[in-house]
Nanobody
Framework: EVQLQASGGGLVQPGGSLRLSCAAS??????????IAWFRQAPGKEREAVSC???????YYGNSVQGRFTITRDNVEKTVYLQMNNLQIEDTGLYFC????????????????WGRGTQVTVSS
């Protein structure tokens, strides 16, 4: 079973940066074989895919984060990071990390393991 712990959220002004972390723990899994994705959900809106990492391949979803967000992973530490730069008010939301043994997907329904969200608030 894979357990995920997301952290790093907070309050930041527009133009600021945050780095989110998603640490995996548990037993019976090989971290390198997992696709780890970040999703976010703003109040009153559907959950949307932000970025996903599998092995050394990274995929980004949504034009709004292209060039501003970077996903990286440390397979030794079993952690995936989401560096978020030039944050905008519309980036506000609850950010979740999720994992699956299959390839990256932009659909939340394809992910079997979820962590609790970390809140990101961008406000002046």
């Amino acid at each position: 079973e894979v357990q995920l712990q997301a952290s790093g959220g907070g309050l930041v002004q527009p133009g600021g940066s945050l780095r989110l972390s998603c640490a995996a723990s548990g037993s019976g899994f090989t971290f390198e074989h997992l696709s780890i994705a970040w999703f976010r959900q703003a109040p009153g809106k559907e959950r949307e895919a932000v970025s996903c990492s599998r092995g050394s391949t990274a995929k980004y979803y949504g034009n709004s984060v292209q060039g501003r967000f970077t996903i990286t992973r440390d397979n030794v530490e079993k952690t995936v990071y989401l560096q978020m730069n030039n944050l905008q008010i519309e980036d506000t939301g609850l950010y979740f990390c999720a994992a699956v043994y299959h390839y990256c997907s932009d659909s939340e329904y394809n992910f079997a393991f979820w962590g609790r969200g970390t809140q990101v608030t961008v406000s002046s």
